[in-house]
């Protein structure tokens, strides 16, 4: 009686090390794939912020070139950069947040495939 005790407790410690090894290897594909999707998606906010950054530039040479005053095509230009932070602020939730949370959520929550 005793034997089959020690039998059914040296299974569930195995059963248990196996689980905890099943574990570990799944957050670290986790933690991997939310890794590289995070550097995937600063490399392109750095490149977007870049491509923005000459898109202004060559729209208030052209507008200093059109109005023929330097200020008013600054100003102009950073009206323009204005509304676009505002309409991006109003519709963070839209844009950042839900795609985020849905991605996370996603990632930790559904059953292996």
């Given amino acids: ?10 299974s569930l410690k195995q059963s248990a090390k196996v689980e905890l090894e099943y574990s570990k290897l799944t957050l670290s594909e ?3 794939i939310l890794l590289s999707r ?12 870049c ?6 530039w060559g729209l208030t040479h052209w507008l200093i070139q059109l109005t023929g005053s330097l200020w008013i095509g600054v100003l102009v230009s950073l009206a323009v ?4 932070l505002i309409v991006l602020f109003g519709y963070r939730k839209q844009l950042v947040i839900n795609p985020v949370t849905r991605f996370v959520t996603k990632l930790l929550l559904n059953p292996e495939e």
């Fill in 1 to 10: 009686m005793d034997e089959k005790y020690k039998q059914i407790i040296d």
């Fill in 30 to 32: 986790k933690l991997s």
């Fill in 38 to 49: 995070g550097i995937i998606v600063l490399v392109m906010i750095i490149f977007a912020a």
């Fill in 51 to 56: 491509a923005l950054f000459l898109l202004e």
């Fill in 81 to 84: 950069l204005m509304v676009i």
